[in-house]
């Protein structure tokens, strides 16, 4: 949840604690009641605006856009996955199995930076407000909710209530750009991946080809990429985390139990 705060030298303090209060409240015991205005200790006044949800959901919109991006894509790298006829990956010597994937979702990143503006458009374009008009809308109206109770305006509570609704609409926004983002970044890290041949469960070990199998079935390629669309759209931060705990415990289990690893 956001935290505003306007202030100067006897300055008025905006802010949003989580609870889901949606009017003013005086800083001290004291003050006038909600939507009065007051003044806190130090001639500073304080006002608390949240929205009713501390952690919205992502709007229908946003949710069709990311399962658009990423099912096509899951269907297209487990085909690229069983075409023997590309490219394949081996580490090179000195570079760690999976330094592949960790390069596939920084790249992935970085183009789904440049081309999210588009994607952002089209949601807004279907829910009617971009972005960028809601920050605004929510700026503009925690400074009149700040102006109104610096002068004790009788509808200082009306100005409150709406910068809440319009700070939900920024964290609505925000939601909404994070599943997008996931769902393009996890199908773009899918195509370079199955076009490269490479999985990340085959990559820690999981065998697909049981029996006299030469290459995994659809449905396995299916898994296969689905499994590493997902951890590659979690981002490169991530999924260097998610490396960092595999490489430790593989460490430890090579490590002689008597230093402190595993047998």
């Known amino acids: 949840m956001a935290i505003f705060r306007a202030t100067r030298s006897t300055g008025p303090v905006l802010t949003r604690p989580p609870g889901g209060l949606d009017s003013l409240q005086t800083a001290g015991g004291t003050g006038p009641p909600a939507g009065a205005g007051g003044q806190a200790a130090g001639g500073s006044t304080t006002v608390a605006v949240a929205s009713g949800s501390s952690a919205p959901r992502p709007s229908s919109n946003a949710a069709t856009l990311a399962l658009a991006y990423f099912v096509p894509a899951l269907l297209i790298a487990a085909i690229l996955l069983g075409d023997d ?7 090179a010597q000195g570079i ?104 990340f469960l085959s990559s820690v070990g999981v065998d697909f080809t049981p029996g006299n199998d030469t290459s995994p079935g659809l449905v396995a390629r ?26 430790k415990s ?14």
């Open 222 to 247: 299916l898994v296969m990429m689905a499994v590493t669309g997902l951890i590659v759209g979690a981002g490169s931060k991530q999924l260097h985390d998610t490396i960092s705990t595999i490489s």
């Open 250 to 263: 593989s460490d430890a289990k090579s490590t002689p139990s008597e230093t402190g690893g595993k047998k």
């Open 85 to 91: 006829g590309g490219p394949s990956y081996v580490a």
């Open 96 to 199: 760690g199995a999976f330094a592949l994937f960790y390069v596939v979702a920084q790249a992935a990143e970085r183009f789904v930076e440049m081309t999210m503006p588009l994607s952002e458009k089209a949601v807004a374009k279907a829910s009617g407000k971009p972005k960028g008009e809601r920050v605004q809308a929510r700026d503009a109206a925690v400074v009149d909710a700040v102006m109104a109770v610096e002068t004790s305006a009788s509808d200082a509570g009306e100005h409150a209530a709406n910068a809440a609704a319009t700070q939900a609409d920024v964290d609505q926004a925000r939601t909404d750009r994070t599943l997008i983002t996931f769902g393009a970044t996890g199908a773009l890290g899918m195509l370079l991946c199955g076009y490269l041949g490479a999985d």
